[in-house]
C-alpha cells in the first residue's frame, strides 16, 4: 500500500460584496509538508462573480488572485512572505480576512499524490456541476 501523508487544504473564496456574505469559490491552496508540496491553482467564473456584483472589477480580482499561486511558489519574487518556509506561507494565506479575497478554513486530510488530490478539488469544490445528460 502506497504511503499516504497529512496535507491540509483551503478553497479560495471572492466576496464581491463583503455586507452580502455571499461568495464563489475561485481556487484551491493545497499543503503536503512531507512531500515539499505548496501549490494553489485558480480558476475564475466570471459570469458567476458578476452575478453577484455587476461592477466587480474583475482585472483587479484576477490580479490579486494571482499573487496567491506566487507565494505558494516562494522565491524574491514573491515578496517577504515569498521568503518564509512553506508551511508558514500556507498559513499566512488562509489567515482568516474581511477582504473580497479569502480562504474557507483549512480542512486536514491524508493523500498519496497532492496534485491529484488538487484537481480533485477543483472539480468538486470550484467548478460548477456539470448538468445531467
Known sequence: MPDHSTYDYAVIRVVPRVDREEFVNVGVIVSC??????????????????????SLDLA??????ATIPAICA?????????????????????????TIIQ???A???????????????????VRPPAAPA
Open 74 to 98: 516562494g522565491g524574491d519574487s514573491a515578496g517577504p512572505i515569498g521568503m518564509l518556509p512553506p508551511r508558514e506561507r500556507f498559513r499566512w494565506l488562509t489567515s482568516p480576512r474581511s
Open 33 to 54: 509538508p512531507a512531500m515539499d508540496f505548496l501549490e494553489a491553482r485558480i480558476e475564475v467564473d466570471e459570469p458567476r462573480l458578476l452575478a453577484l456584483d455587476p
Open 103 to 105: 480562504t474557507s478554513a
Open 107 to 125: 480542512h486536514t486530510g491524508r493523500c498519496e499524490d497532492p496534485r491529484a488530490l488538487l484537481e480533485h478539488l477543483l472539480a468538486t469544490m
Open 60 to 65: 483587479e480580482v484576477r490580479r490579486h488572485l
